[in-house]
């Protein structure tokens, strides 16, 4: 009964999460353009509802990984309990993110950026570096994750 609540829950919560993304995203590509007025940059096109898709996206980048953190920790105890080898394995594996976001911060440009009609308080040394830092981040993620595809397999099939 249990699981069966669960599944419908999670059901449910993805369909909503789908629906909005569409009406957004919708709303971003179809809403049209702003007028010539309230343009930043004259000449460059920019579309009247980016920044409810960039809200979009925050929202949706918070609600993961507060349910990413939460998950992790509720995991570490229950397996402390049952294993304590195996829950330190999962704290390395923290550990380990938590390096590559540190190393990818620090070789990360904080070079100014020419930005035409930008006025903004983002194009800042620390802000272009963390930003730097989760492009490099998800280049190593993504490297890591072909490499798991490819090789994973070929060691599975000696045992």
Known sequence: MAVTKIHRTSRTVL??????????????????????H???VADMSQPKFTDIVLYWAYVLLVITVVVLL?????SFFKQLKESPKKALGGLLTL??????LVISYVI??????NIPGYEGK???PPTLKMTDMWLYSAYVMFALTLLA?????LFKRRK
């Open 70 to 74: 939460l998950f992790a920790i509720v």
């Open 95 to 100: 550990v380990g993110l938590v390096a590559l």
């Open 15 to 36: 369909m909503i999460g789908i629906v909005i993304s569409i009406v957004v995203m919708g709303l971003f590509y179809l809403g049209g353009q702003v007028s010539a």
């Open 38 to 40: 309230e343009k930043i």
């Open 108 to 113: 990360g440009d904080g070079t100014l950026l």
């Open 149 to 153: 595809m490819i090789l994973l397999p």
């Open 122 to 124: 983002d194009n800042v």
